[in-house]
């Protein structure tokens, strides 16, 4: 079965943590971003995957290539000019000729995406839209319902005294290929206007599968680093990661003094120095030099990061090349890769 992931326009970053590494490759737990997608899909008997992009993805290119390696048949589909969420998938989906799937590439859920197409089915639905439960609907697109699990209305981003529903559109749809006939070629057009509230006013048969499972939107680093600390956690699943409590790869030299206290993931050729202390949830990316008496605890740090003797770092994301001068302490914050001598520094 087909997949359309739409991992989004020229502006997708994940600001302002990084400008050189694009959304989609950001690493969880290590591994990027759009991978746990990918293989979660996958996981499913989905592995016909489009990646709808907006920009010259040669990282994404470089990375996944065809995706044969994986058992996946993996293309992209590029777009000229920003299309949209619907835009972008009449434009990936020209050859679509059964039931698929959309995904937004910037949201991570553990949506059970084969009893959602069971519950596609089961509705003789043209379109079915996964509906996640959140506290604080405002800054999302919230979808009213029917007992029987009709969509009846959509309302983007309603004011908090407005609030008529706490669930919300998780950005998984299931879609029969004719709805790509409500979608014209080659111009912007959103599903959540354009798309799916004219098929509510011509009758069709537009259904939400409600999920109480795991969903996060990944679009802003707090959320990047509660799901690299919910991933370490077990709190959602992916089959890039097993739940244990300390992984260290190959090639790391950790000095006996240093203590390391799980969920923690150490990527291959670091070097954790004496006395240093790494407390989870961690993640810390490849060749990275933990110094003398460093601390760090609830942090994501990236690639090549040299992190000075006594220094402390808590709650904070580290982007690749950074260097964290000796006794500096950081505490929710994230630092930028590009200007390493002069790092951008941000609140997260
Ligand atoms: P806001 O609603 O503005 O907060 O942004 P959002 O990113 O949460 O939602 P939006 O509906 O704009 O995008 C949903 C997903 O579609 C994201 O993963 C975007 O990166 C992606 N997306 C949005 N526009 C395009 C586009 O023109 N082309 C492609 N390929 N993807 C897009």
Known sequence: MKAIILVGGEGTR????????????????????????????????INDI?????????SIFAYFKDGAGAGIKLSYSLEEKPLGTAGA???????????FFVLNGDT??????TYMLAFHRRNRAKATIALSHVEDPTRFGVVETKEDGRVTAFIEKPARDKVTSHWINAGVYI?????????????FFMFEKGVFPPMLDRGERVFAYTSKSYWIDMGRPSQYHQLNCD???GLCSSPLYRVKDITIEQGCAVHPSAHITGP?????????????TITGPAVIGRNCLIGKGA???????WDDIIVGAGASITGSIIASGAKIEESTRLEDLTINQEAPSDPITKKI
Not at 89 to 99: L, Q
Not at 108 to 113: A, G, K, L, P, R
Request: glycine letters at 6%; one cysteine or more; hydrophobic letters at 45%.
């Open 89 to 99: 998938v009449k434009n990936a989906g020209a050859h679509v000729e059964d039931t």
């Open 175 to 187: 879609l029969e290929p004719s709805v790509l006939d409500c979608i014209p070629g080659n111009q």
């Open 50 to 58: 489009v990646l709808a992009m907006g920009y010259k993805p040669d």
């Open 264 to 276: 923690a993931v150490i990527n291959g050729g670091c070097n954790i120095a004496e006395d240093a």
């Open 14 to 45: 994940l600001r302002p943590l990084t400008y050189s590494v694009v959304k989609p490759m950001v690493p969880v737990a290590n591994r990027p971003f759009i991978e746990h997608v990918i293989l979660k899909l996958a996981a499913h008997g």
């Open 108 to 113: 991570f859920s553990d949506i059970d995406y």
């Open 295 to 301: 601390s760090i605890s609830n942090s994501v740090l």
């Open 231 to 233: 991933v370490l956690r």
